[in-house]
């Protein structure tokens, strides 16, 4: 069994999706600090290539990172203290 971790997928749901945030709403500046966050996007065709290429492994490893944003959470959480919570990166609002 594999886990594939894609980072940020360019499936276009995000620049869909519904916003009910107001001009003075106290979670709009998180709102607006998330895109920070994703990095990189990887398209599905390249979600898709990793999965299929995870299973035709005979003996696939437990994690599977799809692009370098995924691939660098991925080594600072292996790199991060277990006693400590874990933040890909900050967030100053």
């Not at 276009?12 to 998330?34: C, I, K, M, S, T």
């Not at 994690?63 to 959480?77: D, E, F, I, M, Y």
Request: charged letters at 20%; zero cysteines; proline letters at 13%.
């Amino acid at each position: 069994m594999s886990i594939v971790q894609p980072g940020a997928v360019s499936s276009g749901g995000g620049e869909r999706a519904r916003v009910f945030l107001e001009e003075n709403d106290p979670y709009l500046p998180l709102y607006q600090a998330l895109p920070a966050l994703r990095g990189e996007s990887v398209t599905p065709q390249d979600v898709a290539a990793a999965v299929a290429d995870t299973i035709e492994q005979p003996e696939p490893p437990l994690r599977v990172p799809v692009g370098l944003p995924a691939t660098q959470a991925l080594k600072a959480r292996k790199e991060a203290p277990e006693s400590e919570p874990f933040l890909v990166g900050q967030l100053n609002w």
